[in-house]
């Protein structure tokens, strides 16, 4: 693993209805087969792992993600079409969905139960 931080911070504007600044801290790099954790102040953890072939962009989604205080979610941006995959801190539910108003983000689907999940599948199947 090497980390490379950017000090100062590169600083840039991001948002569609409020604009807010973001700081874009430095750069990690993995090699195949190694990890990093991303924690909260409450105790939530997110893991990435490198795989030769990519990565592991999340723990499992119904599994140690919930465990770790985490809420998978699909989402979609109104203004340009984009998905997104997002994770929302359990509890922060109601500060989620403020955010997806102000920035016209449409929830598409909680990714975080055996229930969402096997819908989604089911659906995904039928449609084939």
Not at 4 to 16: I, L, S
Not at 26 to 31: Q, T
Not at 40 to 63: C, H, I, M, Q
């Amino acid at each position: 693993m090497k980390f490379a931080p950017k000090d100062p911070p590169r600083r840039f504007t991001v948002g569609n209805a409020a604009l807010f600044e973001m700081k874009d801290c430095g750069e990690l790099a993995l090699e195949s087969d190694e990890q990093v954790t991303f924690t909260t102040p409450g105790g939530g953890e997110y893991d990435v792992a490198r795989k030769d072939w990519g990565f592991y962009a999340t723990p499992s989604l119904n599994g140690r993600l919930p465990q770790f205080g985490l809420r998978g979610v699909l989402i979609r941006n109104r203004l340009t079409g984009r998905y997104f995959l997002l994770l929302v801190e359990q509890g922060r539910e109601e500060s989620f969905e403020a955010y997806c108003e102000q920035e016209s983000l449409e929830r598409v689907s909680w990714l975080d139960s055996d229930e969402a999940l096997d819908g989604l599948r089911a659906t995904l199947e039928a449609a084939r």
